[in-house]
């Protein structure tokens, strides 16, 4: 439950201008100053209801702070305070408030429902459940209780649990839509997706006009890649809202899946003309550009990217990737040194980086980058085998050998990572153990027969080669 001030009755009045909304807060407050605050009571709480509808929270909790100093047993504002401290996030003094509130009057459910969402924010979940079944016993047929306490189990993820409750909420008034929305997000949850599937249904024939409901429908089906049920949602949703953002981006993301780069460009750019400054929006357009062949508008809109957020690595590293492909090796290590700089976790600009060092020569540099892709979580056999190459470069033999044999923990099929260590085995005068490899490797890739007599001199000539490979 997020912070909130649903539960308090409606504005009596209509605040739409901003500039009345000013003129009565310092009206208030001078009455406060002129410590007229108990003359004109009914004026100030009037304001601070204004100031919980219109998101003044500051000046309401100001306002609040004023009649409790001359009404300190006042229930109502004890209540009006704990939601401004609600709002500003400030959930241990809304806490206090609102138990001050239920001194004065133990019954009011608005007070409970508040004082549960404070708790909720101090994970205090278990304190959460017994405010709200507190308010169930005043108030049995209350929906906004049951939706409470589905999202308190919802957040605990005991998921089952909090469908009931949301059912509960439904039931009690049926156009409580938000209660199966949330329902549906449970049953992902659950990995329910057919349950899912079926409470949007229901949401379509309530809400036809709801983007909302297309929109989830659409994520729901990117979860279970069917790309093509999800686009006709999401268009389906941006029909509905032609300014909706997050149902072009995710439209993009699909028609990207599929590979249909010029839709993708098409809905990125809807995005960024919506939200000029979407770095997302500008990121994932430089890719559907870059992934039609036009480079230099891909660097350009990387660069947007980098504008408007500094500190988005993978941007770096799409135009670092860039580079390395057309051989600008200096200007790649550059913006893959940037990539790392804002996100070292990003295993693909630790591995491009030691890629870049070793066709510039810098063996142990790009040792250092392998190195370090892999105690990033680099799982892959080919990073292994890269540092077995560097290795045998500089005669760390035994060195090589491991990093070759952690290759082939990954992949025992790899034809290479065998020629290479039988190479550093011969080196390292274990002809027969050489040989043993040699055989494997020549059995996945025969082709490398052609290269024996330049990396083995003299290997040919040697009986146990003759004896080895006579072998049946």
């Known amino acids: ?37 108990y003359l004109y009571i009914d004026f100030i709480e009037e304001t601070v209801l204004m100031c919980a509808d219109s998101g003044y929270n500051e000046d309401g909790l100001k306002l609040s702070n004023a009649v409790l100093e001359v009404l300190p047993f006042s229930a109502e504002f004890w209540q009006y305070k704990g939601i401004f401290c609600n709002n500003l996030f400030n959930f241990e003094e809304a806490y206090i408030c609102f138990n001050k509130a239920i001194s004065f009057n133990p019954n009011d459910i608005e007070t409970l429902l508040n004082k549960a969402i404070a708790e909720e924010n101090l994970d205090l979940f278990g304190e959460a459940i017994t405010t709200l079944r507190t308010a169930q016993v005043i108030e ?3 929906e906004e209780i049951y939706f409470n306490l ?31 929305f949330e329902i549906a997000f449970a049953y992902e949850h659950l990995e329910k997706f ?15 006009d709801n983007y909302n409901t297309s929109y989830n429908k659409g994520i729901l089906f990117i979860r279970l890649e069917e790309y093509e049920k999800a686009i006709e949602c999401f268009k389906r949703s941006v029909e509905v809202f032609e300014n909706f953002s997050n149902g072009w981006f995710n439209l993009g993301v699909c028609y990207a899946k ?25 990121f994932s357009l430089a890719q559907s550009v870059e992934d039609l062949g036009r480079i230099t508008e891909a660097i350009k809109y990387y660069d947007k990217t980098i504008e408007l957020d500094i500190t988005y690595a993978e941007a770096y590293y799409n135009k670092g990737h860039i580079y390395f492909m057309q051989e600008k090796y200096y200007k790649a290590l550059t913006e893959f040194k940037k990539a790392i700089h804002f996100e070292n976790e990003l295993i693909e600009a630790h591995v491009e980086k030691g890629d870049v060092e070793y066709k510039l020569g810098r063996f142990k540099d790009a040792a250092v980058s392998f190195a370090s892709a892999i105690h990033n979580g680099d799982t892959s056999y080919e990073t292994w085998y890269k540092l077995g190459i ?24 790899f034809a290479k990572a065998y020629y290479e260590k039988a190479k550093v085995l011969f080196k390292n005068q274990a002809p027969q153990e050489a040989l043993e490899n040699l055989k494997i490797a020549l059995k996945y890739s025969p082709e490398f027969r052609n290269d024996i007599d330049r990396d083995f001199k003299g290997l040919k000539s040697l009986d146990l080669y003759k004896q080895f490979f006579d072998k049946k």
């Open 1 to 37: 439950m997020q912070p909130s001030n649903d539960y308090l009755f409606d504005s009596p009045e209509d605040f739409n201008n901003e500039e009345e909304i000013l003129n009565k807060i310092k009206s208030a407050k001078e009455y406060v100053e002129d410590s007229l605050t």
């Open 140 to 142: 049995p047929y209350n």
């Open 150 to 180: 589905g999202s308190l189990y919802a957040k605990m993820e005991q998921f089952e649990e909090a469908i009931n409750y949301f059912n509960r909420a439904f039931e009690l008034d049926e156009e409580y839509t938000e209660a199966l």
């Open 194 to 208: 057919d349950e899912a599937l079926k409470i949007y249904e229901r949401l379509d024939v309530l809400e036809i």
């Open 258 to 282: 599929l590979a249909n780069f010029k839709a993708a460009e098409k809905s990125f750019r809807k995005v960024v003309e919506i939200d000029p400054y979407d770095e997302t929006g500008y």
């Open 390 to 413: 560097i290795s045998s470069v500089f005669g760390e033999n035994s060195k090589a050998i491991n990093f070759f044999d952690e290759t082939l923990l990954r992949n025992p099929d």
